[in-house]
């Protein structure tokens, strides 16, 4: 695959901040600052004004007027549904990097489009070496994420565990 998943959230935070504050708003963006993402990396969405208005209408989820990384996180796996593999942007590319990643540890166990805890364990293992820990941490982490508590783990916690671990890597910038 070439890309890490790693890689691809830490893409992922430096798109955030790459546009959040230029209007002097850090650590948040405003809609304008949204749109301008949107419009330099993923040109192909911002040509469909419902595509936008869309995006718009349901990113300000505490009506502040601002996007905080944690909405722009919500972004990103909203992202995935409109993603088209050709002429893909960097952000598009790094979405694509998560999508793939979970789908290539998905699915085995607990059916398509869910991961079971095996694996999770393996995605762990092979994607973030070190950071499987024992049983004990892995179905401690597994109830964590498990927000539905089904017995697996959706894409959606996926996205999740991902934003967990863009936060956890901000916190230590």
Known sequence: MGESMLGAMAVLMKNFYKYAGTDGDNPSMSKA????MLTTEIPDMVGD????KAFFAGMD?????????????????CLMAFIEFANMAL???QLKVLKTTFDKYAGKDAGKGSMSKAELADLLRE??????GDKKQLDAFFTGLD????GKVSFSEFV????????MLMSQM
């Open 127 to 132: 994607e973030f070496p070190g950071m499987a």
């Open 49 to 52: 004004p419902e595509k936008l």
């Open 147 to 150: 927000g539905d508590k089904d």
């Open 160 to 167: 999740q565990f991902a934003a967990t671990l863009l936060l």
């Open 91 to 93: 952000l598009e590319e």
């Open 33 to 36: 600052e949204l749109r301008d």
């Open 61 to 77: 989820r505490d009506n502040d007027g601002q996007v905080s990384f944690n909405e722009y996180i919500v972004l990103v796996g």
